[in-house]
Every structure is written in structure tokens, then in C-alpha cells.
């Protein structure tokens, strides 16, 4: 019974070690610095097309338009932008695997035609209408005055809670990842935007924990990160721990988000911004750009053309409210006019600034 036990326990820790060599290891404070310190200052946005009502339009079948998106990266890049964030959508992969790889390639071909990093996020918990899981086919129509109208979550709340669907959202995630893990064309991967919100809490933690070990298993030439978007020391803990890059939202003003960077700075890896701007809130790009420059830390705002999704609109929102006199978010009225011209002017110069010998000298990490 003893050499049973033992015999046992040899096996189990023989597994043990095995997974741990097959699994990628968190970069090193080291790894990490190399890699940023080659990267030039990301100053991009968030990405979601103006005929799109969410990211399932974005990605699906029935309404992919590489066309529109072309002509919407050009104007990106005519305002001097480098990169973009977009959430993936697993009701699209699930229905037809190959078809949504094909299409992200395509996507990712458009990016890198206008020299724009792609940050992918394999998942969302957010939820602003009443219908927390996705489905596939044509989406739904706006209603005119509610924000964000018909929003879907990745994978759907549901099946975040449902663990036995899990195995399915690891095929996913390994399958998407393995694809492009040496692809050039994305900046880092974003495994998770905020996760537990959209009313989910702490039931997303174990789902989130088994991404993390998936993505590693993976072991991409990308950094991974997760994004920092509330004050829970139990989800950030997780966070911390576990990502490449640091990475947050803060769409507040001037000195919220400098304080948010300092403290951010405790972990000693580089930071990247993944969501800002809401101009009532005073997170404008007259007074942000310019710390996020200063620190040298990557910025993403929301978002490029105003469309369906209704995000000029403020967060809650609905049919009969007051219309608001402020943009929340968005760069670009739905005919490519700037929501205001001192904007776009004010990011080329900081961008156009950050490529200077000099700035690239006084930022590098030591």
C-alpha cells in the first residue's frame, strides 16, 4: 500500500512538472523592458465600425465589410494613429472556425496596410442592454438614444458561468492564438476586458484564471496583458500577477490619471492605457495626451467614427433623455468630419513629437 502511494504521488508530481515545462512563463521585468523600450509611443484607439451596432456585426458573416473598415483605417492613419484595440467575438468562431480566422487575418492585413498595431481582447464581459449572451446573424437595429443599444458580450454571460462550456472557450483560445503567436501584426494580447463587469462579479474569476493558463500554454512572442478598470484587490491581484504589461482604463481627468500611472508604476513593467476619453468627465485630448507622452505610456481612446453603437452618447443613456451638448466619446462624425480639428492636431504633433531621436533617448527604461 505504501509503494502504491508512493508510486502515486511519484506520478502526480512527474505530471506536474511536465505541464509546468509546457506552459510559457510570465516575461521577466527584463524581457518585458527589452520589448518596450524597441516600440515606438502607441497612440491609438478603440475599434469598433461606424455600420457595426457591436462587435459581433464587426466579425460576423452577414455584415463584415473590409471595405468600410479600409476606408476607416485610412482616415486613422491620416490622423496619425498606430494602433487599435478591438474585442473578438467567440459566437462568430464558434459558428465557423475557419471562417473567423480567415477574417481576422483580413482584418489584420487592412491594419497593417495603414501601419496600425492590432490589440486584440479575447473576451468581454460588458453588457449595456438588456441581452448579456451574443448571437450570430444580423443584428439588430439601433434605438435611437440608448448607448451602446445592443452591445454582446464575448463569450456571453452564460457561458461564463457555465463551466462545462469552458472546454470549448479553450479550443478558442488556443486555436486563435496558436494561429498568430509570431504574427508581427499584433502588439500584445489583451485576454479579457473587464472582466466581472456587466454584473457578473467574482463569477468570472474562474474562467479568467483558466485564460491565463491557456494564453501560456500558448506561449505567444506577444505580451499579454489584462486591463486594470476598478478598484477590486481580488481581481487586480489576479491581474498583477499574471500579466506582461500592465495595462488599464481610466477615463477621468488630468490628475486621476496621473495618480493612476504613478501607482501603476509599483509593478515596474510598462504600462499601456487601453481606454480613455469621455470628454464630459473631462478626459479630453487637450489635457490627457499629454501625460500619457510624457510618461510614455501607450494610449487608446474611444473611439474613431461615430456610428450605431451610439457612444457620442453618455454611458446609461436612454430613449427620451436630454441630448447631451458634449460628445462622450468618438473622433469622427459618420461623414469622417472631426468632432473637433484641434483634436486630430493636437495627436499628430505628440505623435510626430515621439519619434524624435531625442524623445525615444529620454524614454528608454533603464
Not at 511536465?18 to 524597441?38: C, D, H, L, M, P
Not at 469622417?336 to 510626430?352: C, V
Amino acid at each position: 500500500m505504501i509503494k502504491k502511494t508512493f508510486l502515486l504521488l511519484m506520478l502526480l508530481l512527474c505530471g506536474t512538472i511536465t505541464f509546468a515545462q509546457t506552459v510559457g512563463k510570465r516575461w521577466s521585468e527584463e524581457r518585458i523592458w527589452t520589448w518596450y523600450n524597441q516600440q515606438p509611443w502607441y497612440c491609438g484607439f478603440n475599434y469598433i465600425p461606424a455600420y457595426a451596432i457591436n462587435y459581433t456585426a464587426m466579425w460576423d458573416k452577414t455584415s463584415f465589410d473590409p471595405v468600410a473598415i479600409d476606408k476607416e483605417l485610412a482616415l486613422a492613419q491620416q490622423s496619425g494613429m498606430n494602433s487599435l484595440r478591438a474585442v473578438l467575438q467567440y459566437a462568430v468562431y464558434a459558428d465557423d472556425p475557419k471562417y473567423f480566422l480567415k477574417t481576422l487575418d483580413r482584418f489584420m492585413a487592412i491594419c497593417d496596410k495603414h501601419h496600425i498595431k492590432f490589440i486584440p481582447a479575447l473576451f468581454d464581459d460588458c453588457s449595456f442592454g438588456i441581452y448579456n449572451d451574443p448571437k450570430i446573424g444580423v443584428q439588430p437595429k439601433p434605438l435611437k438614444g440608448w448607448y451602446a443599444w445592443d452591445w454582446s458580450p464575448s463569450p456571453g454571460h452564460t457561458m461564463v458561468t457555465d463551466s462545462t462550456t469552458h472546454p470549448k472557450l479553450e479550443k478558442y483560445v488556443k486555436e486563435v492564438i496558436g494561429r498568430f503567436k509570431n504574427d508581427n501584426r499584433i502588439l500584445m494580447w489583451d485576454l479579457y476586458n473587464e472582466p466581472t463587469n456587466g454584473g457578473l462579479g467574482s463569477a468570472t474569476f474562474p474562467l479568467l484564471k483558466k485564460v491565463i493558463v491557456w494564453a501560456r500554454t500558448i506561449d505567444p512572442s506577444q505580451p499579454l496583458t489584462i486591463d486594470i478598470f476598478d478598484q477590486n484587490p481580488r481581481l487586480n491581484a489576479i491581474i498583477t500577477d499574471n500579466v506582461d504589461v500592465i495595462s488599464f482604463h481610466d477615463y477621468g481627468n488630468k490628475q486621476t490619471v496621473i495618480n493612476q500611472i504613478e501607482k501603476l508604476q509599483q509593478y515596474k513593467r510598462p504600462i499601456i492605457n487601453t481606454e480613455w476619453m469621455n470628454r464630459p468627465w473631462k478626459s479630453i485630448v487637450s489635457e490627457i495626451i499629454p501625460v500619457f507622452y510624457k510618461y510614455k505610456v501607450g494610449c487608446n481612446l474611444w473611439g474613431l467614427v461615430n456610428g450605431k453603437t451610439q457612444t457620442n452618447l453618455p454611458w446609461g443613456h436612454r430613449p427620451g433623455d436630454p441630448e447631451p451638448t458634449i460628445w462622450q466619446h468618438d473622433l469622427y462624425y459618420g461623414d469622417f468630419k472631426p468632432y473637433k480639428q484641434a483634436e486630430i492636431d493636437s495627436l499628430k504633433l505628440f505623435i510626430d513629437q515621439s519619434k524624435t531621436k531625442e524623445y525615444i533617448a529620454e524614454h528608454q527604461h533603464k
